[in-house]
C-alpha cells in the first residue's frame, strides 16, 4: 500500500482552499519529491477528492498513474478532462487539454509532471507555461515535481548521481508556489518499493537499481530535496518581513559572463542558487568590446552567447549588455551604480585552451570594489 506523506507534511484542503478563494487569479500548490515512486501523484489525488467532497470544482488535467493500483483508485471519482491526442512519426502522443481545460475553467486542476516538454505542434513548449496560462485564467493547479528537475540543480544532481537531467524547470516558477509540499520516503523504502514492482514494471527493476535508483543515490537526492524545500521556505518567509528586513535589499549578485567560457550555464546555475540562497535580485552582464561586436565574432560564438543570455533570463536573472571596451571600468561602475554585493566570475584556465578573466583582470576589480566579495567559480 502507497503510504501517504508524513503529518507534518499534510495540509488540510482547507489551507489551499483558503488561498484559491482570495482572488481572482488562480493559485499553485507543488508536491516536491525526490525521486518517482515517492507518492508525488497519490498525494494530489488524495487531496483532490479531499477538496471534491467539500464542494470544490476539481477536474484532472493530466495525470500519470503509471499502472499503480493505489494511485488508480484515487482517479475513480474525480471528472477528468482527456488529454490531446496526436501523431508524430505515426506514434500515437497525449498531452495535457490545455484548451479544454480553459473552457471548462474549473476551480482547481490536478496536473502531473511540472516539468514535462509537450509534443511538438503544442502551443507551449513546457508544461510549465501551459500551467502559467491556466493560472493567470483564474484556475488554481494543484502539480507534482521531482527535486532533480530543477534549472539550477542540474550540476549539482550530475555531480552526485552521474545522471543528466534533460527536463528542467526555472526555480523561479516553482518559488511563485503558495505551496510547497515535501513527499518524502526513505531510500530503504523507496527500493523495496521498486522490488515489488510498485514503481516500474518488474521487467526495468534490474536496470533502474543499477543506475538511477541506487540507495547512495537516493539518500542524496533525499537530502538535497530537504535542503530545496527549506530554502524555498526561508526564502518565501523573509519575503513577508517589512522591507527594511529584506535581505533583497542589503544583497545583490552579478555575474559577468564572457563569450570565450566552455560553460556559462554552470556559472548561472551556481549564481542563482547563490541569489536565491540570499533572497537576492541577481544581474547577467555581459560588456560588449569593439572586438566583439555581432558582425566581428564567430557565427557559432555570437550564438552561443545569445542562447546563454536567454537561459539567464529563463532563470530569473536581469540581463544586461554594456559596450565598452575597458570592460574593468564598465564592471565597476555597473557594481557601484547598482550597489553589487557578490560579483561572480568563471576562471581561466590556459592550459585547457580556454580564457574567461585572468588572474589580473579580477586583481583590478578587487582593487577597484573594496567590500564587494568576488567569487571566481
Known amino acids: 500500500m502507497e503510504k501517504e506523506p508524513p503529518a507534518n507534511d499534510r495540509h488540510s484542503p482547507e489551507d489551499f482552499l483558503h488561498l484559491i478563494q482570495r ?45 499503480r493500483p493505489e494511485t488508480t483508485a484515487q482517479i475513480d471519482k474525480l471528472e477528468i478532462i482527456p488529454p490531446r491526442v496526436t501523431l508524430y512519426h505515426g506514434i500515437e502522443i497525449r498531452e495535457m487539454d490545455l484548451d479544454a481545460l480553459l473552457e471548462r475553467k474549473p476551480t482547481v486542476a490536478l496536473v502531473d ?10 502551443r507551449n513548449q513546457k508544461r510549465y507555461e501551459d500551467v502559467a496560462e491556466m493560472i493567470e485564467a483564474g484556475i488554481s493547479v494543484i502539480t507534482t515535481l521531482n527535486v532533480q528537475h530543477l534549472e539550477s540543480l542540474y550540476n549539482v544532481i550530475e555531480a552526485a548521481t552521474g545522471i543528466k537531467v534533460k527536463e528542467r524547470i526555472p526555480d523561479s516558477v516553482v518559488a511563485q508556489a503558495e505551496q510547497i509540499i515535501n513527499i518524502d520516503l526513505p531510500a530503504e523504502d523507496l527500493i523495496e518499493r521498486l522490488k515489488a514492482g510498485k514503481i516500474y514494471a518488474l521487467d526495468r527493476v534490474e536496470q533502474a537499481m543499477g543506475n538511477f535508483f541506487t540507495e547512495t543515490n537516493l539518500t542524496r537526492l533525499r537530502e538535497i530535496t530537504f535542503s530545496e524545500v527549506a530554502n524555498f521556505l526561508d526564502r518565501r518567509q523573509r519575503l513577508l518581513k517589512p522591507d527594511s528586513n529584506k535581505p533583497s535589499s542589503m544583497s545583490k549578485v552579478m555575474v559577468a559572463i564572457s563569450s570565450q567560457g566552455p560553460h556559462p550555464e554552470t556559472l548561472l546555475r551556481k549564481t542563482a542558487r547563490l541569489a536565491n540562497q540570499l533572497n537576492a535580485e541577481w544581474y547577467v552582464v555581459y560588456v560588449r568590446t569593439d572586438k566583439e561586436a555581432p558582425n566581428k565574432i564567430l557565427a557559432e560564438t555570437h550564438c552561443r552567447l545569445t542562447d546563454t543570455l536567454e537561459i539567464a533570463q529563463k532563470m530569473g536573472g536581469t540581463v544586461l549588455i554594456l559596450k565598452s571596451n575597458d570592460i574593468v571600468a564598465a564592471l565597476t561602475s555597473f557594481t557601484r551604480e547598482y550597489g553589487i554585493t557578490q560579483v561572480v566570475m568563471g576562471k ?14 579580477v586583481d583590478r576589480l578587487s582593487v577597484n570594489l573594496p567590500g564587494v566579495d568576488i567569487i571566481l567559480s
Open 23 to 67: 482572488q481572482a487569479r488562480g493559485k499553485l500548490k507543488v508536491y516536491l519529491g525526490s525521486s518517482a515512486g515517492v507518492g508525488k501523484t497519490y498525494s494530489m489525488l488524495v487531496e483532490g477528492n479531499r477538496l471534491r467532497q467539500r464542494g470544490v470544482d476539481v477536474v484532472i488535467g493530466y495525470v500519470e498513474p503509471h499502472d
Open 113 to 122: 509532471e511540472f516539468a514535462h516538454t509537450n509534443s511538438p505542434g503544442s
Open 348 to 361: 581561466s584556465n590556459p592550459r585547457k585552451g580556454w580564457r574567461r578573466f585572468s588572474p589580473s583582470f
